[in-house]
């Protein structure tokens, strides 16, 4: 298993071991022993902050990562973390032992504990399988290496996403002889490209519209496709809005560039082109008229995985949006365009660009009194980082501050959770640490998600294997989505009336201390504004030391909720 693993050049294997994995462990010391060579074992202390690790790793590299956790406790470890890879289509390989089946020493590895018999349980596939693109356990040692290839083979086809696999001890004892690599003949499926007659009717679609619109949120996971949209664009005279992104799409600087809510764009629109897209509206708030035409481009363009999902009065088409941005290209290259059409739009779009950037520019200056503003916060980190530096960027209620005011211009520069389970930012960061250990990195989170990550268990991590991050904590001392939420329901309720929410946290904790703790990291707990700017430069040169940092910054308080 472990040699097909490295077939496969998986690079890490993220690990949180138990007493269904001896037959591994001896693995891991045989192949040390021996000097040959295995992905590379990681402790995790946290089996969420394992499986966040390899989604981290996985959007810089592209490769799935190895995850081993323990029997069916450590699977229900996983929790969110396993929703959040699958919603964010990255690839990882699980393997999880199960109890042994033979309770009187028939077989090597029988049952010899009475946990043995407590993690018996009827069916832990099934923990995991709204999940996950495929799960399977373990028969026979004979035909391990087929199945890891039949796993990785299909957590790398679109949509990509995580793979489980499992196996009892007894299995794992069972010894087999050496077999070839052959996992270069279990390729994943080629990207399907775009109908030629969808080519057309895109490009007529746009070029006659006078107000098209694209849209997208990951279509900068290929990077390659991010200089292919901006040509695109560019050629026709066509905005980009990045609704609710989980990647860097579109270059934030670029004229084109106008924003990350649709607002009456959306709904002036006559022709939107949707790649690589969840939701790129919801209904019951705003979207585009009856007249707009919709196309919609996606590896999986009805969301199968998602049990209710529907776009009205829209075209679809399964295909890879890199591929799809080829053709487009190719075929306005070939057509006689007018100028006069295009100009006119350029004028308009570059305009509101520049009126939209001036209005988020004067958010961002020095606050007068000792309250600190997100839009302060992010300005400032700006000014310690560079085009260079990557951010995974978990501020949930301030992530669009942090996207207008932290504008990313190199793909692969800023990601968000494609899912919904908080507490995913510090482990991705650190994944991506060791996918990039030359780059800084650079994790943004709220202090409600800092929280659900697992921190001693981040930082622990990073001392342990020299990957050192800058965390920067938007604290506003609660769970402002779970208050803002119930804002939009009950907008003159009593909750309002009463500040009543319970949502706060009165007793804030020292967050920046628990890095500290548990990883040795530079803590800094920051509540003034002048004392901002330099508390994020000495974090930064904490890093550049190879020390992690935690700099928790204090924003105004959501609630005064006390009993």
């Given at each position: 298993?472990?040699?097909?693993?490295?077939?496969?050049?998986?690079?890490?294997?993220?690990?949180?071991?138990?007493?269904?994995?001896?037959?591994?462990?001896?693995?891991?010391?045989?192949?040390?022993?021996?000097?040959?060579?295995?992905?590379?074992?990681?402790?995790?202390?946290?089996?969420?902050?394992?499986?966040?690790?390899?989604h981290g790793h996985a959007l810089l590299s592209g490769r799935a990562q190895g995850v081993i956790v323990h029997t069916d406790v450590g699977t229900q470890n996983m929790g969110g973390s396993l929703h959040n890879i699958q919603r964010s289509r990255v690839p990882a390989f699980i393997f999880a032992g199960e109890t042994p089946f033979t309770l009187e020493g028939e077989l090597q590895g029988g049952r010899n504990s009475h946990i043995n018999h407590l993690q018996n349980v009827y069916d832990q596939r099934g923990i995991v399988r709204s999940y996950v693109k495929w799960d399977y356990e373990i028969r026979t040692g004979k035909n391990v290496k087929q199945l890891v290839n039949r796993g990785m083979q299909l957590a790398h086809s679109e949509p990509m996403g995580p793979v489980y696999l499992t196996g009892a001890r007894e299995i794992l004892e069972e010894e087999v002889s050496p077999s070839e690599?052959?996992?270069?003949?279990?390729?994943?499926?080629?990207?399907?490209?775009?109908?030629?007659?969808?080519?057309?009717?895109?490009?007529?679609?746009?070029?006659?519209?006078?107000?098209?619109?694209?849209?997208?949120?990951?279509?900068?996971?290929?990077?390659?496709?991010?200089?292919?949209?901006?040509?695109?664009?560019?050629?026709?005279?066509?905005?980009?809005?990045?609704?609710?992104?989980?990647?860097?799409n579109f270059p934030g600087d670029h004229p084109f560039h106008l924003g990350y809510q649709g607002g009456t764009l959306l709904s002036e629109a006559d022709a939107i082109l949707v790649m690589d897209c969840d939701v790129p509206w919801v209904s019951s708030i705003s979207k585009p008229s009856d007249a707009c035409k919709v196309f919609y481009i996606d590896s999986d363009p009805l969301k199968e995985e998602i049990p209710l999902w529907y776009l009205q009065n829209t075209t679809f088409y399964r295909a890879d949006c890199g591929e799809a941005l080829k053709l487009l290209n190719e075929y306005v290259r070939r057509i006689d365009l007018q100028t006069e059409r295009f100009t006119e739009r350029r004028h308009r779009f570059t305009e509101l660009h520049k009126r939209q950037r001036h209005e988020w520019k004067l958010r961002e200056k020095a606050p007068s009194g000792d309250t600190i503003t997100s839009e302060w916060l992010t300005a400032c980190l700006r000014n310690v980082t560079d085009d260079e530096t990557i951010f995974m960027n978990e501020t949930i209620t301030n992530a669009g501050v942090v996207s207008q005011?932290?504008?990313?211009?190199?793909?692969?520069?800023?990601?968000?959770?494609?899912?919904?389970?908080?507490?995913?930012?510090?482990?991705?960061?650190?994944?991506?640490?060791?996918?990039?250990?030359?780059?800084?990195?650079?994790?943004?989170?709220?202090?409600?998600?800092?929280?659900?990550?697992?921190?001693?268990?981040?930082?622990?991590?990073?001392?342990r294997y020299q990957a050192p991050l800058l965390t920067v904590i938007y604290n506003n001392r609660g769970w402002n989505a779970t208050k803002m939420n119930l804002l939009k329901l009950y907008p003159d309720g009593i909750a309002k009336r009463d500040d009543r929410y319970w949502v706060n946290f009165d007793q804030p904790a020292d967050l920046a201390k628990i890095a500290e703790a548990s990883g040795g990291a530079y803590a800094r707990t920051i509540k003034r504004p002048d004392e901002l700017q330099e508390a994020l430069q000495a974090g930064m040169e904490a890093v550049k030391k190879g020390q992690s940092a935690v700099i928790d910054v204090h924003l105004p308080t959501i609630s005064q909720q006390i009993d």
């Open positions: 298993m472990l040699n097909a693993l490295q077939d496969w050049g998986v690079s890490y294997l993220f690990c949180n071991l138990g007493s269904d994995h001896p037959a591994l462990i001896e693995s891991f010391a045989k192949a040390k022993a021996q000097n040959r060579q295995i992905p590379e074992v990681i402790m995790c202390p946290h089996e969420f902050a394992a499986l966040s690790a390899a690599n052959v996992s270069a003949e279990w390729k994943p499926v080629e990207k399907i490209p775009l109908p030629l007659l969808a080519v057309e009717q895109i490009v007529s679609a746009l070029i006659q519209a006078r107000n098209p619109l694209i849209i997208t949120s990951y279509l900068g996971r290929n990077t390659d496709a991010v200089p292919q949209l901006v040509q695109f664009c560019e050629k026709l005279a066509v905005p980009v809005i990045e609704q609710h992104a989980t990647h860097m005011h932290l504008p990313r211009n190199k793909p692969a520069t800023m990601f968000v959770n494609g899912g919904t389970s908080l507490g995913w930012s510090g482990s991705a960061a650190f994944g991506a640490k060791l996918a990039r250990p030359e780059t800084t990195v650079v994790n943004l989170t709220g202090d409600g998600s800092y929280l659900f990550g697992e921190p001693s268990a981040v930082y622990w991590m990073t001392r």
